[in-house]
């Protein structure tokens, strides 16, 4: 078993017993405090639930965690199988309260000593059926520390799920004669899916593995259906963990980044949609003018009708005879128009659901960002109050960014009124609609084109320049008072501490914040 860094020695003399072609397979296990995770990484290893001596401590203080560390071993899968590498993490939610600390400790040991994972096996209770609001900010803290792409290894591990005889026959007779009441596998794997999607928005189709480390009891070993079921659900993560590619844990910097990615996306859609609607209006208002043309010819044929006498009533009767024949044409370019003016709404309307639900998520992530930054303001007074300065401007931004998507909001309602007249305009053509009809045509080539375009605004960001890099600001055991330069934002924040004065020094990067393709 290794503990933070100092486990490189004992790795490397356990690397050095497989052969130099072979990859260890490496699955981190992580979960809430009081999940079952030492258990179940012991068990993988093939030890007893009731073991003595255990390679990773197992207690039972209620909601205090007995691993403060992370820590690793390596060993033969369920002990007569391939080697492989299982990391052991501290529970979240601990009612220690000093989760920043152990999440500080895990993503170093993570980053710098595991450096890469087949699998993240996210381990959850199965007697509890809901999500709690603990769990799902354990969730919101993962997906900020690891990135997005940490779903595509991630798997739902659950415990305390038994298949003893009787409940398995429980459960089965429950789903057989009472289907509104059955909860076996596929009913919790659904549920907790549900959940998810719903409050995290995952597009991955995450697998579930239900492992009861206490199939491997004393008195359960001799049990055929625990046995049987274990041997199953034991292999089904094996294959996962061997066929997944690896995981490299990220950086600070680089979750950073990625949210900068996102942002960008989200600007150059913005600033395109913007363009695209300003083009439409402007093609809306030429065809108001030549309408305009049109009836005017048209009072132009009525006046010469009425000077005619006779000849007028032949000639209303020729204009009448022509709407009639035309109305059909008028109704169905009525109706293509809606129709098109509908889908561009439509896709308008999609367009701006999305660029919420990434707002939400981004605020949800620089909201996480900003919760392990305030743990650090217990450190320095004068700290804080920058630091929280620093965060209202991003929050300023953010409403920026609610604007903006109001005022586009406005511009799709405005766009709704223009087709309302537009709609009254059109019962009034008359022969002039012939050569209007090429106009048309143009319309609905510059709407595909708008369609086109639109599902490319992909691609604008919020870029950092001109950065700043400060040395150490302050000495040990005096105080800290810093503050960016004018204008600038504050990324990034480094420090290292002097356990003989209990104390650190900072140093901090600032930059300005540019809106660029």
């Given at each position: 078993?290794?503990k933070?860094?100092?486990?490189?020695?004992?790795?490397?003399?356990?690397?050095?017993?497989?052969?130099?072609?072979?990859?260890?397979?490496?699955?981190?296990?992580?979960?809430?405090?009081?999940?079952?995770?030492?258990?179940?990484?012991?068990?993988l290893?093939?030890?007893?639930?009731?073991?003595?001596?255990?390679?990773?401590?197992?207690?039972?203080?209620?909601?205090?965690?007995?691993?403060?560390?992370?820590?690793?071993?390596?060993?033969?899968?369920?002990?007569?199988?391939?080697?492989?590498?299982?990391?052991?993490?501290?529970?979240?939610?601990?009612?220690?309260?000093?989760?920043?600390?152990?999440?500080?400790?895990?993503?170093?040991?993570?980053?710098?000593?595991?450096?890469?994972?087949?699998?993240?096996?996210?381990?959850?209770?199965?007697t509890?059926?809901?999500?709690?609001?603990?769990?799902?900010q354990?969730?919101?803290?993962m997906?900020?520390?690891?990135?997005e792409?940490?779903?595509?290894?991630?798997?739902?591990?659950?415990?305390?799920?038994?298949?003893?005889?009787?409940?398995?026959?429980?459960?089965?007779?429950?789903?057989?004669?009472?289907?509104?009441?059955?909860?076996?596998?596929?009913w919790?794997?659904?549920?907790?899916?549900?959940?998810?999607?719903?409050?995290?928005?995952?597009k991955?189709?995450?697998?579930?593995?239900?492992?009861?480390?206490?199939?491997?009891?004393?008195?359960?070993?001799?049990?055929?259906?625990?046995?049987?079921?274990?041997?199953?659900?034991?292999?089904?993560?094996?294959?996962?963990?061997?066929?997944?590619?690896?995981?490299?844990?990220?950086?600070?910097?680089?979750?950073?980044?990625?949210?900068h990615?996102?942002?960008?996306?989200?600007?150059?859609?913005?600033?395109?949609?913007?363009?695209?609607?300003?083009?439409?209006?402007?093609?809306?208002?030429?065809?108001?003018?030549?309408?305009?043309?049109?009836?005017?010819?048209?009072?132009?044929l009525?006046?010469?009708?009425k000077?005619?006498?006779?000849?007028?009533n032949?000639?209303?009767?020729?204009?009448t005879?022509?709407?009639?024949?035309?109305?059909?044409?008028?109704?169905q370019?009525?109706?293509?128009?809606?129709?098109?003016?509908?889908?561009?709404?439509?896709?308008?309307?999609?367009?701006?659901?999305?660029?919420?639900?990434?707002?939400?998520?981004?605020?949800e992530?620089?909201?996480?960002?900003?919760?392990?930054?305030?743990?650090?303001?217990?450190?320095?007074?004068?700290?804080?109050?920058?630091?929280?300065?620093?965060?209202?401007?991003?929050?300023?931004?953010?409403?920026?960014?609610?604007?903006?998507?109001?005022?586009?909001?406005?511009?799709?309602?405005?766009?709704r009124?223009?087709?309302?007249?537009?709609?009254?305009?059109?019962?009034?053509?008359n022969?002039?609609?012939?050569?209007?009809?090429?106009e048309?045509?143009?319309?609905?080539?510059?709407?595909?084109?708008?369609?086109?375009?639109?599902?490319?605004?992909?691609?604008?960001?919020?870029?950092?320049?001109?950065?700043?890099?400060?040395?150490?600001?302050?000495?040990?055991?005096?105080?800290?008072?810093?503050?960016?330069?004018?204008?600038?934002?504050?990324?990034?924040?480094?420090?290292?501490?002097?356990?003989?004065?209990?104390?650190?020094?900072?140093?901090?990067?600032?930059?300005?914040?540019?809106?660029?393709?």
């Amino acid at each position: 078993m290794y503990k933070g860094s100092a486990a490189s020695f004992f790795l490397s003399i356990l690397l050095s017993q497989t052969s130099p072609s072979q990859t260890l397979t490496k699955v981190v296990i992580i979960g809430p405090t009081g999940s079952g995770k030492s258990s179940l990484a012991n068990v993988l290893l093939g030890e007893s639930p009731l073991c003595k001596n255990c390679t990773f401590p197992v207690c039972s203080q209620g909601m205090h965690s007995c691993t403060k560390e992370t820590t690793m071993a390596t060993r033969p899968w369920l002990g007569e199988n391939d080697l492989f590498t299982v990391v052991d993490t501290p529970g979240f939610a601990d009612s220690d309260n000093d989760d920043s600390e152990l999440v500080d400790e895990m993503m170093t040991v993570l980053n710098k000593d595991v450096g890469s994972a087949n699998l993240i096996l996210l381990v959850i209770k199965g007697t509890e059926t809901r999500l709690s609001r603990d769990l799902q900010q354990m969730i919101r803290e993962m997906r900020a520390l690891f990135g997005e792409n940490m779903w595509k290894n991630l798997v739902i591990g659950v415990s305390f799920w038994s298949f003893k005889s009787d409940l398995v026959n429980y459960r089965k007779n429950t789903c057989q004669w009472s289907p509104e009441n059955c909860k076996n596998e596929e009913w919790f794997e659904k549920s907790m899916k549900d959940i998810l999607q719903d409050k995290f928005h995952i597009k991955q189709d995450l697998p579930f593995v239900f492992l009861d480390s206490w199939a491997k009891h004393p008195m359960n070993i001799n049990d055929e259906e625990q046995k049987q079921r274990f041997d199953e659900e034991s292999k089904k993560l094996w294959l996962l963990a061997k066929e997944a590619k690896p995981f490299n844990f990220m950086t600070v910097n680089d979750v950073l980044e990625e949210n900068h990615v996102i942002k960008k996306r989200n600007a150059e859609l913005e600033d395109m949609i913007t363009n695209d609607i300003g083009e439409l209006k402007k093609a809306f208002e030429e065809n108001n003018s030549n309408f305009d043309q049109i009836l005017s010819r048209l009072q132009i044929l009525t006046d010469k009708s009425k000077e005619n006498g006779d000849k007028s009533n032949q000639l209303q009767e020729m204009i009448t005879q022509f709407k009639t024949s035309t109305s059909s044409s008028i109704k169905q370019v009525q109706e293509n128009v809606q129709l098109n003016i509908e889908k561009i709404q439509t896709k308008v309307s999609s367009e701006e659901n999305r660029i919420f639900k990434e707002v939400s998520q981004l605020e949800e992530g620089f909201k996480d960002i900003a919760q392990n930054l305030a743990e650090l303001t217990k450190e320095s007074h004068s700290f804080q109050k920058s630091l929280s300065t620093e965060i209202q401007e991003r929050r300023n931004l953010n409403s920026v960014f609610r604007k903006d998507i109001s005022s586009n909001t406005k511009e799709v309602a405005s766009l709704r009124s223009k087709s309302a007249v537009l709609d009254k305009d059109l019962s009034f053509l008359n022969k002039g609609l012939t050569g209007q009809m090429t106009e048309q045509d143009r319309l609905k080539s510059s709407v595909a084109g708008l369609t086109q375009d639109v599902s490319k605004l992909r691609n604008r960001v919020l870029t950092r320049k001109n950065c700043q890099s400060t040395s150490w600001v302050n000495d040990f055991d005096n105080h800290l008072n810093y503050k960016c330069p004018a204008n600038k934002v504050l990324v990034r924040a480094e420090s290292y501490h002097n356990n003989k004065t209990e104390d650190r020094r900072w140093k901090f990067e600032c930059c300005d914040l540019v809106l660029s393709f």
